[in-house]
């Protein structure tokens, strides 16, 4: 499984961005994929993630400020953010997670989102 990302770049404070995410190979085996956020020095933390069956969920902290949907046909997860703040500026990972034949995830390279004030 193969994931890319794209969408970030640099956002003026109290506007808004959308990270794609692209996947590609053994996309079938997939259970739910996902957004992480890491920021320097700090451990990588889930940000949303979507079902197979197209569920959702999401940390606390972004609840009602961003939104993960996906393009099952272009084999896409998007995250849509708002209102965003220069403390939201940080490092986001696409994530794949199978749970057969093995239990294992897979990572996107990451994309960068600099919120300027």
């Known amino acids: 499984v193969q994931l890319v990302e794209s969408g970030g770049g640099l956002v003026q404070a109290g506007g808004s961005a959308r990270l794609s995410c692209v996947v590609s190979g053994s996309t079938f085996s997939i259970n739910h994929m996902g957004w992480y956020r890491q920021a320097p020095g700090k451990q990588r933390e889930l940000v949303a993630t979507?079902?197979?069956?197209?569920?959702?969920n999401y940390a606390d902290p972004v609840k009602g400020r961003l939104t993960i949907s996906r393009d099952k046909a272009k084999y896409t997860i998007y995250l849509q953010m708002n209102s965003l703040k220069p403390e939201n500026t940080t490092e986001y990972y696409c994530?794949?997670?199978?749970?057969?034949?093995?239990?294992?995830?897979?990572w996107g390279q990451g994309t960068q989102v600099t919120v300027s004030s």
């Open positions: 979507i079902s197979s069956g197209g569920s959702t």
């Open positions: 994530n794949a997670y199978m749970s057969q034949p093995c239990p294992d995830n897979y």
